[in-house]
Nanobody, 121 residues
C-alpha cells in the first residue's frame, strides 16, 4: 500500500559527495518520521539520520558534520546529502518511514529496497 523508492546511490571517490533521495507513495495519510539506515556486509544495520515532525534531526556520530538530512513534506520525500565521503561509508542505504496508512489508519514502519553507496579510496 505504501512504497519507499530510493535513488542517488553509486560509486564515488573518497572525499566526494552524493545526494540520496527517498520518495514515499501510495495510500499515505501522514508521515511522522523519515530517516536513513545503512548496512555494510557483515555489519548490523545502523541508523544514519532521522528527521521528525518539527524538523528534529539526529545523526550517527560518525557522520555528524558530513551528512545532512532534510525533507520536503509536500513531496513526501527525504534527502540525505553526504559530503566528505569515506570508504567506511560504503553500505546499502535504506530509507525508513513511520507512516499512517490511509486505508486502515494505522501506523506502520515502511522500508525502501535500498540503494548501494560505494566509496573507493
Amino acid at each position: 500500500q505504501v512504497q519507499l523508492v530510493e535513488s542517488g546511490g553509486g560509486l564515488v571517490q573518497a572525499g566526494g559527495s552524493l545526494r540520496l533521495s527517498c520518495a514515499a507513495s501510495g495510500s499515505i495519510f501522514s508521515i511522522s518520521r523519515m530517516g536513513w539506515y545503512r548496512q555494510a556486509p557483515g555489519k548490523p544495520r545502523e541508523l544514519v539520520a532521522v528527521i521528525t515532525t518539527g524538523d528534529n534531526m539526529n545523526y550517527l556520530d560518525s557522520v555528524k558534520g558530513r551528512f545532512t538530512i532534510s525533507r520536503d513534506n509536500a513531496k513526501n520525500t527525504v534527502y540525505l546529502q553526504m559530503n566528505s565521503l569515506k570508504p567506511e561509508d560504503t553500505a546499502v542505504y535504506y530509507c525508513n518511514a513511520g507512516v499512517r496508512i490511509a486505508t486502515i489508519l494505522r501506523d506502520v514502519e515502511v522500508w525502501g529496497q535500498g540503494t548501494l553507496v560505494t566509496v573507493s579510496s
